[in-house]
């Protein structure tokens, strides 16, 4: 597939070949699901913790007497039927990753931007060369109507462009090696220099 390549200030720059086995698949919500959910559980912490009958602290001392209450036979505060007992089987610290298929993983980056690539949101521009300044790019992206924007750069991202985008809203920066389903998927307009497009190609091939 062909798609127009612009310049940061909106000026035409030719076109590009896109690869079809790349960017013209026919969009899967099971496998972007399944990306999507390994990336999120893979970036959980997992710190959750609370204290067990063996943690909580509180007296040793046996509460009352065994026998002749009339009520129930208990020997320490710390059970978990207690207020600030210890919790029964509550969450521990522990790692939520789970294992996805390279080639899933692989597939779900193709269809992301197969998906960006038939809805028009994707946006292929020539380079992200500018003068450092965010007022100057701030003013670029309005005229260019990018709200909610992701920018895939090449293997090095324009240090320049980065100081500048920095501080404006909804403007995120990735390098190729960054590019994933849930960042793509979670804006508005994908925008991909030519560079970050050949180096997508090369990763993806």
């Avoid at 509550?90 to 080639?103: C, E, F, Q, V």
């Amino acid at each position: 597939m062909k798609l127009d390549v612009i310049k940061l200030d909106g000026a035409a720059a030719g076109s590009v070949d896109l690869t079809d086995e790349i960017f013209d698949l026919e969009p899967r919500a099971d496998i972007l699901h399944r990306v999507v959910r390994w990336q999120r559980n893979k970036a959980q912490a997992g710190t959750h913790k609370v204290k067990t009958r063996s943690e909580v602290s509180y007296s040793t001392k046996k509460i009352y007497r065994q026998k002749g209450t009339g009520g129930a036979r208990h020997g320490s505060r710390k059970a978990p039927i207690f207020r600030k007992g210890g919790i029964y089987k509550g969450p521990t610290p522990r790692s939520h990753a789970h294992d996805l298929p390279k080639k899933v993983r692989a597939l779900g980056l193709k269809l992301a931007l197969s998906a960006k690539a038939k809805t028009g949101s994707l946006v292929i521009i020539e380079n992200i060369d500018t003068d450092g300044k965010t007022k100057t790019l701030a003013n670029q992206v309005k005229a260019l109507g990018w709200k909610r924007a992701l920018i895939i750069d090449g293997a090095d991202v324009n240090e320049n462009f980065v100081q500048a985008a920095r501080n404006i809203d909804g403007l995120d920066v990735l390098p190729t090696i960054g590019a994933n389903v849930y960042d793509i998927l979670k804006r508005d307009t994908l925008v991909l220099t030519k560079a970050g497009v050949e180096a997508l190609e090369a990763r993806l091939k």
